[in-house]
């Protein structure tokens, strides 16, 4: 990754800038009717290169993606206000029907990660048994902890599994990379399975009826409501998603702070982090009006406002990723990859056993290894109005994160040599 002193551009309204021209760049070359583009955009989703290009930046150490702040701006207050817009227009009783399904692959998932762990420690084990040693704080089971944090609930788990298990430092920077990296690849594979996706269920026997169904209810009530917006409803629109969102900041910062001090147990339920409550508070105010007079925001263009807020997220988490970093610990990231294997083959045997659309596949893995960041962006490559079933899963996530990656830390304790 490119060193703070080395990068060449250190300024974050230029590396916005950057990014913007790339989103801009990606989007009106997707649209164009060139044969050699179509062709090209046929087999590379856009919204796979929206995510790849900014990865770039960071690799050749153009920008330093560990200092830039958009990720934070874009996490922190473009997330909340495009959660809202998504979930304001959501429809609550298609998503019930949606069923069962999403859950099963939803805890499937986290499941695959429980196992994944300590089966991926067992092989390196009989194969290469220097790769999962170590002794004390700089353990290689400990640092894989914060993995499983990172990949059940997200960041504020990681951070959980990091004092709980006290990981040391060097082990800590170690799997943060190996986390992100392999984390990213994966849903790399993911977006590129979500622009086939009818192809793919269609080749499983999957029933998508409740899904479609769901998307017809969208596109109707778009066809029935929708005018061209005026200046007036955009500041609506902005004033709805981002006064929620500073509603949601000043309760998250009351929340977290008051619960941490208050109670030992809040930890484990992630109810300490100001960003578990940012993201709660935010869909449920939002789900809240979706029974309201103010759903019919959505007539005048609100989920292409919150897609927007949402590209500008996915193009920010790719300016995290470091492609050239496998090659620092190439032995961390065999073990990463071997965990993320054995997840993502238990999701596509269960997929295929229980008949389960892809898109219940790839939403319920990424809620687990993305969270709330970036489940809604795979959950909105197979339409923009199924966003807000990747956020709900993902708060799920927050909720069994502890309890599960601690799980994981113990067998993963238990089978290290």
């Known amino acids: 990754m490119a060193d703070p002193q080395t990068a060449l551009i250190t300024n974050d309204a230029v590396v916005l800038g950057l990014l913007a021209i790339i989103l801009g760049f990606i989007f009106k070359t997707s649209s164009s009717q060139r044969p050699g583009l179509v ?73 695959g990660i429980v ?68 984390a990213n690849l994966w849903m790399a594979v993911l977006l590129l399975m979500a622009a ?13 009826t409740a899904i479609e169904d769901l998307k017809q209810r969208v596109e109707k009530y778009h ?23 500073g509603l949601a900041h000043f309760c998250a910062d009351i929340l977290g702070p008051f619960f941490a001090n208050n109670y030992a147990w809040a930890k484990e339920y992630s109810l300490n982090s100001k960003f578990f409550w940012l993201i709660v508070i935010s869909t449920t105010i939002g789900i809240s009006l979706s029974f309201t007079r103010v759903r019919h925001i959505e007539a005048f263009g609100s989920s292409k406002v919150a897609s927007a807020f949402l590209y500008i997220l996915v193009a920010s988490i790719g300016l995290h990723m470091n492609v050239m970093a496998i090659f620092d610990s190439p032995m961390y990231f065999v073990l990463g990859a071997i965990w993320m294997l054995t997840h993502a083959s238990l999701m596509l045997i269960v997929a295929k056993l229980i008949k389960a659309p892809l898109f219940y596949m790839a939403v319920g893995s990424q809620a687990n290894v993305g969270g709330a960041a970036s489940a809604p962006v795979v959950a909105a490559a197979f339409h923009p109005s199924l966003a807000p079933v990747g956020v709900l899963l993902a708060v799920l996530g927050y909720g069994v994160g502890t309890y599960m990656a601690y799980i994981c830390g113990l067998m993963m304790q238990a089978v290290a040599p």
């Open 223 to 245: 066809a029935e409501h929708a005018r061209m917006p005026t200046l007036n409803d955009y500041m609506m629109i902005i004033a709805i998603a981002f006064g929620i969102t």
């Open 115 to 182: 196992i994944g762990g300590p089966l991926a420690i067992l092989i390196m084990s009989a194969v290469y048994p220097e790769a999962v040693g170590g002794h004390g704080p700089d353990a290689v089971w400990r640092g894989m902890t914060t993995i499983a944090g990172s990949w059940i609930g997200g960041g504020a788990n990681q951070a959980s599994m990091k004092e709980m298990f006290e990981v040391g430092g060097d082990i800590f920077s170690a799997m943060v990379t190996v986390d992100v990296i392999v």
């Open 39 to 111: 062709t090209f955009y046929k087999y590379v989703p856009a919204l796979l290169l929206c995510y790849f290009l900014p990865s770039l930046l960071n690799t050749f150490g153009i920008v330093d993606g560990s200092q830039s702040s958009v990720y934070y701006v874009a996490s922190r207050y473009l997330l909340p206000a495009c959660l809202i817009l998504l979930t304001i227009s959501i429809d609550l009783r298609a998503i019930i029907n949606l069923g069962p399904k999403a859950l099963i692959m939803f805890l499937t998932g986290t499941v």
């Open 196 to 208: 086939n996706h009818k192809a793919i269920d269609a080749k499983a026997g999957a029933d998508t």
